[in-house]
Nanobody, 123 residues
Framework: QVQLMESGGGLVQPGGSLRLSCAAS????????MGWYRRAPGKQRELVAR???????NYADSVKGRFTISRDNAKNTVYLQMNSLKPEDTAVYYC?????????????????WGQGTQVTVSS
């Protein structure tokens, strides 16, 4: 069983910073693309940032220059450093990963989601 566990959310004032972490655990053979998505109240879930094993990164226009995604392949962990936070960044942030696991003698490729962590930007 593969799990993604997020941490690092919370309440921060506008202009502040937070760092989110997401660690993958379980019967993992390899982790490919990892990313962060968010869902703000009343809105659809949207991509925030993604990172490949290259690593290559891409960001939503709304966070470019403020957020940085990185990963530690040895720990199967992805990070999201969020600086200059704005009230409109308030959302539940979800970790996502494409993972190859090994179960019952077979390689299985699947996409996994974390449970979400709340980020609130407010004075």
């Amino acid at each position: 069983q593969v799990q993604l566990m997020e941490s690092g959310g919370g309440l921060v004032q506008p202009g502040g910073s937070l760092r989110l972490s997401c660690a993958a655990s379980g019967s993992i053979f390899s982790v490919n693309v990892m990313g962060w998505y968010r869902r703000a109240p009343g809105k659809q879930r949207e991509l925030v940032a993604r990172i490949t094993t290259g690593p290559r990164t891409n960001y939503a226009d709304s966070v470019k220059g403020r957020f940085t995604i990185s990963r530690d392949n040895a720990k199967n962990t992805v990070y999201l450093q969020m600086n200059s936070l704005k009230p409109e960044d308030t959302a539940v942030y979800y970790c996502n990963a494409d993972i190859r696991s090994f179960r019952a003698g077979h390689f299985i490729d699947d996409n996994y989601w974390g449970q979400g962590t709340q980020v609130t930007v407010s004075s």
